[in-house]
């Protein structure tokens, strides 16, 4: 996936401005900036549901509006931040659901289908809930069926909009992980928007940061995930420490509450 000159605005305020950028195959990407820097509206913009204020967005070289959206369909997967599940269907149908790219002119689900759907739950530890309504699990159950829809669409590039929200710790760095490797074994690309900067650092092999103001810095997390960086960023001094070969981030001792 590339942008060419990307702009994005709400209302008059700049969110980004000239985005110059490309995902490759196997790089996993942690999107990183303060409420209401254009996080969620980028990954909008990326997918095809919001148009861009301007610049263009290409998918495997070709202009993101070229692509029928059958085809598209099988070149990302969308994870959106919230959900509203209106209807009661279970587990296994909500990732079926996203299976539907697959089927051409069927009208049910074929045993491949089945396949790959219940390798998503078991991955996201989720393959006993199968049958259960999805208005029953709690917010973390539910949101790793929502990641596991998203595994069974079985796209080369994943957009995912805090994927390791409601989640316990666990399956936050289990989630994480499972991302990691996807990315490793199986040439992923992966683009997540998180404000957790550990976790993301831990999955991430490169990071892009939105300001706030239009301006943007990208490139691998050695680079970008600097403490000046995300203090800019931000807007609120960070610390790195070092343990081990790990790098921790947490909040200045200086406070802007005083």
Not at 30 to 46: E, Y
Not at 95 to 119: C, G, I, K, N, S
Request: aromatic share 6%; hydrophobic share 45%; charged share 20%.
């Amino acid at each position: 996936m590339q942008t060419i000159n990307l702009s994005l605005r709400i209302g008059s305020r700049a969110l980004v401005t000239g985005l110059d950028w490309q995902v490759e195959a196997g790089q996993s990407w942690c999107v990183i900036g303060r409420n209401g820097a254009g996080k969620s509206t980028l990954l909008r913009t990326l997918v095809g549901l919001r148009q861009a204020d301007g610049g263009a967005i290409h998918i495997d070289g070709r202009p993101l509006a070229d692509w029928p959206l059958t085809a598209l369909a099988r070149q990302r997967a969308y994870l959106a931040q919230g959900r509203n599940d209106a209807f009661g269907y279970r587990a296994i149908e909500t990732v079926l659901a996203a299976r539907h790219p697959y089927q051409d002119d069927r009208y049910w689900d074929a045993e491949d289908d089945y396949r790959v759907a219940h390798a998503a739950l078991r991955a996201l530890d989720v393959a006993e809930l199968a049958e259960r309504d999805v208005r029953t699990l709690s917010g973390g159950e539910r949101q790793r069926v929502a990641i596991a829809a998203s595994l069974a669409q079985e796209a080369p590039l994943l957009l995912l909009d805090e994927p390791a929200s409601a989640l316990d710790l666990a399956h936050q760095v289990g989630v994480m992980e499972l991302l990691a490797r996807l990315c490793r074994t199986q040439q992923k690309s992966v683009v997540l928007v998180s404000h957790d900067l550990n976790l993301a650092h831990s999955v991430a092999s490169h990071a892009l940061l939105l300001m706030g103001d239009g301006e943007w810095q990208a490139g691998p997390v050695q680079d970008v995930m600097t403490a000046d960086l995300l203090s800019r960023c931000l807007g609120y001094p960070i610390d790195l420490v070092r343990h081990g070969k790990r790098t921790i981030f947490i909040p200045a001792e200086e406070s802007y509450h005083e």
